[in-house]
T-cell receptor, first 115, second 113 residues
Framework: EADIYQTPRYLVIGTGKKITLECSQTMGHDKMYWYQQDPGMELHLIHYSYGVNSTEKGDLSSESTVSRIRTEHFPLTLESARPSHTSQYLC??????????????FGEGSWLTVV | AQSVTQLGSHVSVSEGALVLLRCNYSSSVPPYLFWYVQYPNQGLQLLLKYTSAATLVKGINGFEAEFKKSETSFHLTKPSAHMSDAAEYFCAVSGGSNYKLTFGKGTLLTVNP
């Protein structure tokens, strides 16, 4: 099972500030993901990466950006936070093998509140 | 294309009763199917997965699910609910060339004493 670490777990920030949510995994998985989830609601894929220097937009449009310079690191950045960005952000990674069927493992999540 | 439908956004059971959470899927290729559990203020934890081996899959915490191709279903069951089972449960499907997971909208399970 993957070990995925997200920091910060909880963040309260003012409107207009720049924030970066950190995500690291220690299992060498090539694929990494960011999901957005409002309380009690479904998950929406906002970004994914198939490896170093690969990033793609997900199913839900997001004003955030991501980078993948190292295999283990997949940070998410908001240049100018707004109250509409208040949500939980979940980072994940997966082992894409025929047997595993792309099993995704999640971090603990980062709760972002923009005031 | 693939999709997941979880029947019932909220299921309530008594402690000791059978837990049944329903999931139906649609996939144009043979699917891989997953159940995840999410406790409050936490990420998602993998409960079990079906990857074309045995159709009855056993997971953690006493949960199991059965893949039924003819019914396009992957329902999650547990014979006897515990208070600690109260959480949100997500069904997910992957398949096709990009292997992206598609999640259902989730089912909130409450367990009454």
């Amino acid at each position: 099972e993957a070990d995925i670490y997200q920091t910060p777990r909880y963040l309260v920030i003012g409107t207009g500030k720049k924030i970066t949510l950190e995500c690291s995994q220690t299992m060498g998985h090539d694929k990494m993901y960011w999901y957005q989830q409002d309380p009690g609601m479904e998950l929406h894929l906002i970004h994914y990466s198939y490896g170093v220097n690969s990033t793609e937009k997900g199913d839900l449009s997001s004003e955030s950006t991501v980078s993948r310079i190292r295999t283990e690191h997949f940070p998410l950045t908001l240049e100018s936070a707004r109250p509409s960005h208040t949500s939980q952000y979940l980072c994940a990674s997966s082992e894409d093998t025929f047997y595993s069927g792309n099993t995704i493992y999640f971090g603990e999540g980062s709760w972002l509140t923009v005031v | 294309a693939q999709s997941v439908t979880q029947l019932g956004s909220h299921v309530s059971v008594s402690e000791g009763a059978l837990v049944l959470l329903r999931c139906n899927y649609s996939s144009s290729v043979p699917p891989y199917l997953f159940w995840y559990v999410q406790y409050p203020n936490q990420g998602l934890q993998l409960l079990l997965k079906y990857t074309s081996a045995a159709t009855l899959v056993k997971g953690i915490n006493g949960f199991e699910a059965e893949f039924k191709k003819s019914e396009t279903s992957f329902h999650l069951t547990k014979p006897s609910a515990h208070m600690s089972d109260a959480a949100e449960y997500f069904c997910a499907v992957s398949g096709g060339s990009n292997y992206k997971l598609t999640f259902g909208k989730g089912t909130l399970l409450t367990v009454n004493p």
